[in-house]
T-cell receptor
Framework: GQQLNQSPQSMFIQEGEDVSMNCTSS?????WLWYKQDPGEGPVLLIA?????ELTSNGRLTAQFGITRKDSFLNISASIPSDVGIYFC?????????????FGSGTQLTVLP | ETGVTQSPTHLIKTRGQQVTLRCSSQ?????VSWYQQALGQGPQFIFQ???????GRGNFPPRFSGLQFPNYSSELNVNALELDDSALYLC????????????FGAGTRLSVL
């Protein structure tokens, strides 16, 4: 099935550093979402993007909906230990009867003290 | 908390058995989607239910089936379990009124021995 290419696969950073991760697709999406998943839990929504070019912030998190509608970026500023987890991008397609989410493979973030 | 509840939280079955997983959607959400998440991967779409009808299906065999009830809660049934069915099964609820954003439960961890 369709897949999103998410990178990097994993990151090890020092507390206080900024983090960037991105997601690309061969197909157009009309909504991009970023989720965070902690061990043993379901994904929790961080940011939702609805329009090409949109830049949205949620605290220290900022995400952008790419102009081509085929990519999205997530930035985390001044990382803290509780940012540890797996970050997933997900897209909702432009057409189709089922509003199924297509997920990236995730970015595992480790924050070192 | 998203308001999406899943039961049971953990389940152990043997190959060939059948299993039923349950999901209660967030208040006001009329659409339920099911995903399978294998270890180290992003969630994969199984199917979606809207108004008690299947509203789209991913690349999963017919032994994966579901139901949605008038109160919008849902069940996922898997027959003839295989070892590869071991995964975290996630339920997400959504509503067009809420821009079809999917909110996830904590999942059911299924182990097939």
């Amino acid at each position: 099935g369709q897949q999103l290419n998410q990178s990097p696969q994993s990151m090890f950073i020092q507390e206080g550093e900024d983090v960037s991760m991105n997601c690309t697709s061969s197909s157009i999406f009309n909504t991009w979402l970023w989720y965070k998943q902690d061990p043993g839990e379901g994904p929790v929504l961080l940011i939702a993007l609805y329009k090409a070019g949109e830049l949205t912030s949620n605290g220290r998190l900022t995400a952008q909906f790419g102009i081509t509608r085929k990519d999205s970026f997530l930035n985390i500023s001044a990382s803290i230990p509780s940012d540890v987890g797996i970050y997933f991008c997900a897209g909702l397609p432009e057409a189709g009867s089922a509003r199924q989410l297509t997920f990236g493979s995730g970015t595992q973030l480790t924050v070192l003290p | 908390e998203t308001g999406v509840t899943q039961s049971p939280t953990h389940l152990i079955k043997t190959r060939g058995q059948q299993v039923t997983l349950r999901c209660s959607s967030q208040s006001g959400h009329n659409t339920v989607s099911w995903y399978q998440q294998a270890l180290g991967q992003g969630p994969q779409f199984i199917f979606q239910y809207y108004r008690e009808e299947e509203n789209g299906r991913g690349n999963f065999p017919p032994r994966f089936s579901g139901l949605q009830f008038p109160n919008y809660s849902s069940e996922l049934n898997v027959n003839a379990l295989e070892l590869d069915d071991s995964a975290l099964y996630l339920c997400a609820s959504s509503s067009i009124v809420a821009k079809n954003i999917q909110y996830f439960g904590a999942g059911t961890r299924l182990s097939v021995l």
